[in-house]
């Protein structure tokens, strides 16, 4: 085990067999800061076996996984290659699974993946390389896994099993229902799974419906096991698997039988863990504002009370009597913070003007404030802050739109035929041509294949006018909508940055609204907030943006915590209906939403069902009851820039 290197000191480590002594986790877990770091950890601790085996002249099996989780870990195994020489000349590879059926040469098989990833850069032997083949005819499939599992077993069993983890809680593709006792064997893949492979086969009909894969008896006969997971998308899946008790629904709580196992994870996949979550509870916790905030919201949850309603008593039976050495009796500390929370919400998101701001969230000077809300993919600006975009133009504040991205990819074939068709109807006869090949091209289109630049744009052009339609909806004038047109998905460079800082200088705001959810499962919040974060600094240093304020919006399903919240604006029956006929325009995304997962709802009821619930949180903790609140959290200078 080599996890304990200085450079990539996890945050929280025990050895494996010694849990954190919590009462609640059942799997050896580490933590670490970021992915990078624990990726590095867990190649090491791979190339100490690769050379372990060569010293010893024996074999090192390896079991390997696909997927984003491992990538990291391969780039540095790939280094230690090239820098340090490590040889890959003693390992035999099993891989976890395949997708069945597909072709070798497939783009999207693993077969390709790890081709791409790991082995043509290193100088392991072809004839050490296994992974189950997703071309296998349907006849001889049974046959070939338990040929399979007998070469595993007949190599000497897997030394060093690597596992990433689904969101169905599947580990190679065993998904739930898979036995204790499975091995190699073809499984249907669930539709969580199919769904969250959709993006790289471009939608969910690509997608095959099986796999072949490593059976939970073939994982847990390896004599060592890391899985890994980073990111905020898979916190609930791993405190299921650490924390909850053995089930075939939850298939990597299987895991919990294996002497030997560790998961690796970031600090945002561990973020559910009763460890992080909620301290107070496993022991002496060192107390911050924050913490303060969440352990009494969380009491009030417990006992669905009210916070003005809970005694000493329930402090002290709940394990958290310590907060009351700070303010010495529960009244005073529950005055406290709920006056904490209650100056969170404000009907003047850009400031009460003639009136003290001491207590308020923003500044009451200037009256008229320059307001810029960052939106990316079009609509998540009015998705996240209709209500408060409206109360923001009718108290007069210039406020103007910033699009970053360029998304036409979420406008469907059949949206962008019916313009197409109107355009050919009304066009003058000579560009009829060009009409004719962009709708012969929409009703012949071959799934995987790119759109071609005029539908591109065509398309781009659709989400451009929706996006319009919604901001002149509650008021905001043609000439402050400004779209940048970049694409998230790559990297961005100086000149989009340029762009950026340029439209900020000429508005010189003084309040920034924009997606700032670190934790975004599909990483464009964090993309966007990273991207804008670069442009305001540098706008910063040059002293050309002066006393601006940011907040952040949630723009994912998921809301801030209440104990994040610094900015509540309440939403009035009235607004809502307003915001509602905002996100109307954006008329193409009505059926498909990219990346929606397994919630089928249309996204205007479940953005008015997030600002809903956000209302009835507070109003349970004993504040005033809205009909929805849009919420809120302020960019300090310190976290940040
Ligand atoms: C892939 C595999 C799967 C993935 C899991 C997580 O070989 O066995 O169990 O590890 O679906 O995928 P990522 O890492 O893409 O989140």
Redesign the pocket.
């Known amino acids: 085990m080599s996890f304990l290197t200085t450079e990539n000191s996890p945050i929280s480590f025990t050895k494996p067999g010694a849990l954190e002594e919590t009462r609640f986790e059942k799997i050896h877990n580490i933590i670490f800061n970021n992915s990078e770091m624990a990726s590095k950890a867990v190649a090491r601790e791979i190339s100490d076996l690769i050379r372990l085996k060569q010293k010893e002249k024996k074999n090192c099996i390896l079991g ?8 990291k870990v391969y780039e540095e195994l790939i280094l230690l290659h090239k820098n340090e020489g490590l040889s890959f000349k003693n390992v035999i590879t099993f ?3 395949e997708y069945y059926p597909i072709e070798i040469d497939d783009k999207q098989s ?1 077969y390709h993946f790890m081709e791409e990833n790991l082995f043509k850069h290193i100088d392991i032997k072809h004839e050490n390389i296994f992974i189950p083949r997703g071309d296998t005819s349907q006849n001889g499939v049974n046959e070939y896994c338990n040929k399979y599992e007998d070469l595993i077993n007949k190599s000497g069993g897997v030394d060093f099993q690597l ?5 169905t809680g ?5 998904e739930p229902g898979s036995h204790l006792n499975s091995q190699t064997r073809i499984i249907t893949l669930d539709h969580i ?1 199919r769904l ?2 959709s993006s790289s086969f471009q939608n969910l009909e690509q997608v095959p419906r099986n796999a072949i ?1 490593m059976g939970i008896d073939t994982i847990l006969k390896a004599k060592r096991i890391v899985l ?4 905020r ?2 916190a609930e899946v791993i405190k299921k698997a650490v924390e909850s008790k053995i089930s075939s629904q939850i298939p990597a709580t299987y895991l919990q039988l294996h002497h030997n196992t560790t998961f690796v994870l970031d600090k945002t996949a561990s973020s559910e863990l009763v460890r992080i979550r909620e301290p107070w509870i496993i022991g002496n916790c060192k107390w911050n504002e924050i913490l303060k905030k969440e352990a009494i919201i969380w009491l009030c949850k417990k006992l669905q009370k009210p916070i003005l309603k809970l005694t000493d008593k329930d402090y002290n039976v709940n394990g958290i009597s310590s907060l009351l050495n700070y303010k010495c009796s529960a009244y005073n500390l529950n005055i406290e913070m709920f006056n904490q929370l209650q100056n969170t919400i404000t009907g003047w998101p850009g400031g009460k003007p003639n009136s003290s701001d001491l207590r308020r969230p923003e500044r009451a000077l200037p009256v008229r404030k320059k307001v810029v809300i960052l939106s990316f993919q079009y609509d998540r600006a009015i998705f996240s802050m209709g209500g408060t975009i409206d109360r923001l133009i009718e108290q007069g504040h210039d406020v103007h739109v910033i699009y970053l991205e360029s998304d036409n990819s979420s406008v469907t074939n059949d949206e962008c035929l019916k313009y197409v068709e109107v355009f050919r109807d009304i066009l003058p006869k000579n560009s009829e041509g060009v009409m004719d090949a962009a709708i012969t091209e929409l009703n012949n289109f071959k799934q995987l294949e790119a759109d071609s630049a005029l539908i591109q744009r065509i398309k781009r052009l659709i989400r451009e006018k929706e996006s319009l339609g919604a901001t002149s909806y509650l008021g905001i004038s043609r000439k402050n909508v400004h779209f940048l047109n970049m694409s998230l998905c790559d990297d961005l460079k100086s000149k989009e940055v340029d762009l950026l800082k340029e439209i900020l200088k000429k508005i010189e705001p003084q309040q920034i609204f924009a997606a700032g959810d670190f934790k975004d499962p599909h990483g464009f919040e964090k993309k966007c907030i990273d991207f804008f974060k670069i442009a305001f600094k540098e706008l910063q240093t040059e002293m050309l943006v002066k006393d601006c304020w940011v907040w952040l919006y949630n723009a994912s399903l998921r809301e801030w915590n209440t104990s994040e919240i610094d900015m509540a604006v309440p939403l009035s029956p009235d607004q809502v209906i307003k915001k509602r006929n905002a996100i109307f325009n954006y008329l193409s995304q009505r059926e498909e939403i990219l990346f929606q997962g397994e919630d089928t709802r249309k996204f205007w009821i479940r953005s008015e069902i997030k600002n809903r619930k956000t209302a009835k949180k507070y109003h349970k903790l004993g504040l005033t009851e809205y009909e929805a609140l849009e919420v809120f959290k302020r960019l300090k200078e310190e976290q940040s820039i």
């Open positions: 390997l996984a696909t997927g984003s989780s491992p990538i891989n976890l699974d693993y596992l990433g983890i689904g969101r599947h580990i190679g593709f065993n799974t969250d492979a894969t890994l997971a980073w990111g998308n898979k």
